[in-house]
């Protein structure tokens, strides 16, 4: 605490200098680390062409978008099976609390809890997609480590004595980590936390009516 105290009296002596990467060139990377393989992927896409279409007719105007050079395109096909929006949110996330050893690739390619893999060991023939809360679970770990004063660990408090009134891996407590990360991402112009985005996050697998009652 001291450290921090005594951290917090200096940093705003610092210029603040913001970077605005190209997440297009990001989803490009997704993709290629996730690597759909043909003949396969080609069979898999022919016979889901209702649930792709589901998926771009409510992503193609949204604002997380801006369909510049196919984004959208990459962001769904080429980053399945990540949900639009924890495609948004992943590299984002990343690039917020991310250390050597959980960021956006150790996601999407090692093996253990809450990863990618995991993921596919249980849906891999399945259009069933990541949703956030997966990507709440693996980073979990460094909500816990933030700056005790920061806003993310704060968000991080606020979940965390929420979630043991909820059934674990109930959609109420998907939910709740998803709501958790648009707050930590802090880009509502984009991404709004909304009980409509909130249905279209969870729509593949829950119908409206249960994601309205668990909202």
Known sequence: KEKTDGWRGVSERFKHIHLNNNFIQTYEII?????HK???WGAFCNAHVPDFEALFTR????????DAQGEIETAIKGCFPLQPVSTFILPRLSERVAQNERTL??????EGTATLASFL?????????????QIYDYFEPLFRKEVYTSEIHQTY???TAILPKLQPE?????????LSLIYILE???KLKPTKDEIVGIFSINYTVEEIEDAI
């Open 31 to 35: 993709s290629s680390v996730i690597q």
């Open 38 to 40: 043909e003949p396969r």
């Open 59 to 66: 992503y193609r105007k949204h604002q997380m978008f801006t």
């Open 105 to 110: 690739f150790t996601f999407l390619s090692a």
């Open 121 to 133: 060991d249980v849906y891999e023939d399945d259009f069933t997609l990541v949703t956030p809360d």
């Open 157 to 159: 408090l606020l979940t």
């Open 170 to 178: 109930s959609l109420e407590s998907k939910i709740i980590k998803t």
């Open 187 to 189: 880009q509502f112009e």
